[in-house]
T-cell receptor
Framework: GNSVTQMEGPVTLSEEAFLTINCTYT??????LFWYVQYPGEGLQLLLK?????DKGSNKGFEATYRKETTSFHLEKGSVQVSDSAVYFC??????????FGQGTRLTINP | DSGVTQTPKHLITATGQRVTLRCSPR?????VYWYQQSLDQGLQFLIQ???????AKGNILERFSAQQFPDLHSELNLSSLELGDSALYFC?????????????FGPGTRLTVL
């Protein structure tokens, strides 16, 4: 079956630090990959996506590259801000099907 | 604002009761998905509808049912509620002509069963 594994949290960083949240996947077929973010008390927002191997998704300073050879889609940001504190979910979808989510990584940024 | 609306925002009820959660997808989106978010199970897919027809089923209990109406809004019905049904329930919709299934999520309904 299809599955997503994220690095366990919580992750706590200082402002302006470099962020990496690891995500690996297992899928039958050719998945599309997503990062969603959930701010406190809110729903999920799509942060970025990549639909084929070697694609790089980017948004708001966050980046992730679809690596088929390592089945990974790690999320990175060069300099985090307090406002980036949230829960981040890696997800995949094969065709027009359901999203399969990782367990989520809670990120806290201290000033 | 994703354009997906869900009502109510909060729902508190007792065990054994029945509730209905409502979702309106983004304008033009034909697919509606329901997800459950709980502390122990994480985010789990429940069911998908496409243009009024059930398209896929996930880990949805028999006590739960859903439907999508001609105006494309969807309702998730939860009956014989148990304490373990307390969770955040999300609805999402996706565009019609897209191959990679980007989904837009509503703000969720927080259900508390006492």
């Amino acid at each position: 079956g299809n599955s997503v594994t994220q690095m366990e949290g919580p992750v706590t960083l200082s402002e302006e630090a470099f962020l990496t949240i690891n995500c690996t996947y297992t899928a039958t077929g050719y998945p599309s990959l997503f990062w969603y973010v959930q701010y406190p008390g809110e729903g999920l927002q799509l942060l970025l996506k990549a639909t084929k191997a070697d694609d790089k998704g980017s948004n708001k300073g966050f980046e992730a590259t679809y690596r088929k050879e390592t089945t990974s889609f790690h999320l990175e940001k060069g300099s985090v801000q307090v406002s980036d504190s949230a829960v981040y979910f890696c997800a995949l979808s094969v065709g027009a099907q359901k999203l399969v989510f990782g367990q989520g990584t809670r990120l806290t940024i201290n000033p | 604002d994703s354009g997906v609306t869900q009502t109510p925002k909060h729902l508190i009820t007792a065990t054994g009761q029945r509730v209905t959660l409502r979702c309106s997808p983004r304008s033009g989106d034909l697919s509606v998905y329901w997800y459950q978010q709980s502390l122990d199970q994480g985010l789990q897919f429940l069911i998908q509808y496409y243009n009024g027809e059930e398209r896929a089923k996930g880990n949805i209990l028999e006590r739960f049912s859903a439907q999508q109406f001609p105006d494309l809004h969807s309702e998730l019905n939860l009956s014989s509620l148990e304490l373990g049904d307390s969770a955040l329930y999300f609805c999402a919709s996706s565009p019609r002509r897209i191959s990679y299934n980007e989904q837009f999520f509503g703000p969720g309904t927080r259900l508390t069963v006492l």
